[in-house]
């Protein structure tokens, strides 16, 4: 049997590709706790737009597909991110109540919403 000898002039070549190597292991560790804090805030906002979803079809009532439609365009018109609308719409179960901005999206979205079912 053969053994493999490394002659001592390429043992720092060995030792910088080992360091990579744990560097680009560090690297793919940094990324992959990024993507999961990333995916535990999603199922956090997740669950608060399903809530005010559900809460638009009790009170519209429309399907669920429209709740979510009504849910994005008061989100676009009010330049507020969706998951941002969501909870103030929650939050209103509580006492809270809606931003300025956003309760008058809701009214325009309302009135469109019933406007389209006239028809």
Known sequence: ??????????QPLLTAVTSLGDAALAVEVLELRV???????????????DQARGMVMALAPCSSERAWDLLVEVSQHCNVKLRDVAAALVATTKGQELPEAIRREWRRALRRLHALERR
Request: neutral net charge.
């Open 35 to 49: 993507k999961n804090e990333q995916l535990s805030q999603a199922l956090v906002s997740r669950a608060v737009i």
């Open 1 to 10: 049997m053969h053994q493999l000898t490394t002659p001592r002039e390429d």
